[in-house]
């Protein structure tokens, strides 16, 4: 699957320079994870293969997402759940899993904190002590990735929980792993060794990466994903960073941090352009969005 990612490099409004405030980048706590799973889901709403691994009939709506939250699995292993239908728990709940697995991997849950004024329009003094997120990244380093084998890892990330028929069933799990993840594989392979000469599994991996759709255009996700680069090049001189993405807004956005793109693959998905199923009327203009929109994407970074 996809990082799928919705990092924000809008250049902003034309005019004077509003002061920028102050960001923070640091690693999540796990008592933030429900919190980050519910921003997780909001920011890939639009995402094409974001619906489409889920199977939905029609978009879903926004969850909401309470900052002030402690406890991220209410003591039950789980994300809370509250005030949500059962497909905005099923979303909330891949989430909260690939955080988990993120962690399991020994990967890293990394966020920008930033100012919660800035959002609320209030003064400093207002909201002196409160913060928010403003991005979000799932990160990889190299070698910690999931064994072909290791199903205790998945297990306890609670990846499985998602093939009941109520969450994403059997066919969600085929979409991701059998179809989606299959063709970053298979892009990988045919391309990375010919460009720097590193296997997939050695290089940094942006697993996930995505704005909170309450900042867009501050650029958040973009300051994060630069500022771990630069921190994995400090200790891995010589070793590329990788991902994958669906989108092109996506790929002309990592483009301007220096990725590179590798290969790309249609993906038939059966769907509109928004990985809604497609109605037997659909029109052919419909489908032809929908053909240069569900592609899949490999880039990489060079040192």
Not at 113 to 140: C, H, M, N, S, Y
Not at 156 to 173: A, E, H, I, V
Request: charged content about 20%.
């Amino acid at each position: 699957m996809d990082q799928k990612q919705k990092l924000d490099m809008a250049n902003g409004a034309t005019g004077p320079a509003l002061p920028q405030p102050a960001v923070r980048f640091r690693p999540a706590g796990v008592e933030e994870d429900d919190v980050l799973s519910r921003i997780l889901c909001n920011a890939f709403l639009p995402i094409w293969d974001h619906n489409w691994f889920q199977g939905v009939s029609a978009p879903l709506e926004p969850v909401v997402v309470n900052v002030n939250v402690t406890v991220s699995n209410n003591g039950n292993g789980k994300p809370s759940s509250g005030s949500m239908s059962r497909q905005q728990k099923s979303r909330v709940r891949f989430y909260w899993s690939l955080i988990k697995l993120t962690r399991l991997l020994g990967g890293e849950v990394l966020v920008a904190e930033v100012p919660a004024a800035r959002a609320a329009g209030k003064t400093e003094t207002e909201t002196e002590a409160e913060t928010d997120i403003g991005a979000i990244l799932l990160w990889l380093p190299p070698s910690k990735r999931l064994g072909a084998l290791d199903v205790g890892t998945l297990w306890k990330s609670g990846f499985f929980s998602l093939m009941l028929p109520w969450n994403y069933g059997l066919g969600g799990l085929y979409r991701i792993e059998m179809v989606s993840e299959a063709n970053v594989r298979s892009m990988f392979a045919r391309t990375l060794k010919d460009a720097c000469g590193f296997a997939d599994r050695d290089c940094g991996f942006v697993r996930m990466v995505a704005s909170n759709p309450k900042y867009a255009g501050q650029g958040y996700g973009s300051k994060l994903l630069q500022h771990q680069i630069e921190r994995h090049f400090a200790r891995f001189a010589h070793t590329p960073v990788i991902l994958d993405t669906s989108t092109s807004q996506a790929v002309r956005a990592y483009q301007r941090l220096g990725f590179t793109l590798l290969a790309e693959v249609p993906v038939d998905t059966g769907t509109d352009a928004r990985g809604i199923p497609l109605t037997k009327s659909a029109s052919e203009e419909v489908r032809r969005q929908a053909r240069e929109t569900c592609v899949e994407r490999v880039m990489v970074r060079l040192p």
